[in-house]
């Protein structure tokens, strides 16, 4: 069981930056994959980006790949998102959580998430 708590959610226009945090307490954290997730208005959540436990390997989805940057620390169990160059199509509420399981993860399969944070882009 893991606590999440994603912040630094925003309003910019269109080309900005933010960066986003996720602290998680998790007892397993550093054996976990981390990922970020997205929802947008009436749509599905959709998986974003994944770190390896160690953070060797990450993963992005297509739409953001050259723009968003995934990162974690596992001393102080937090995984960050640098989004940089955001499109309209980035507005969502973005979600984090982990799993020990990239397949399990990338699929979104769990019991409990954050509260999510806010990212509205401007055209």
């Known amino acids: 069981q893991a606590e999440l708590v994603e912040s630094g959610g925003g309003q910019v226009q269109a080309g900005g930056s933010l960066r986003l945090s996720c602290a998680a307490s998790?007892?397993?954290?550093?054996?976990?994959?981390m990922g970020w997730f997205r929802q947008a208005p009436g749509k599905e959540r959709e998986f974003v980006a994944s770190?390896?436990?160690?953070?060797?390997?990450?993963n992005y989805i297509e739409a953001v790949k050259g723009r968003f940057t995934i990162s974690r620390s596992n001393t102080k169990k937090t995984m960050d998102l640098q989004m940089d160059s955001l499109k309209p199509e980035d507005t969502a509420v973005y979600y984090c959580?982990?799993?020990?399981?990239?397949?399990?993860?990338?699929?979104?399969?769990?019991?409990?998430w954050g509260q999510g944070t806010q990212v509205t882009v401007g055209s």
């Open positions: 770190i390896a436990w160690g953070g060797q390997v990450k």
């Open positions: 998790e007892q397993q954290f550093d054996n976990f994959w």
């Open positions: 959580n982990g799993s020990p399981n990239l397949d399990t993860l990338k699929r979104g399969v769990f019991s409990y």
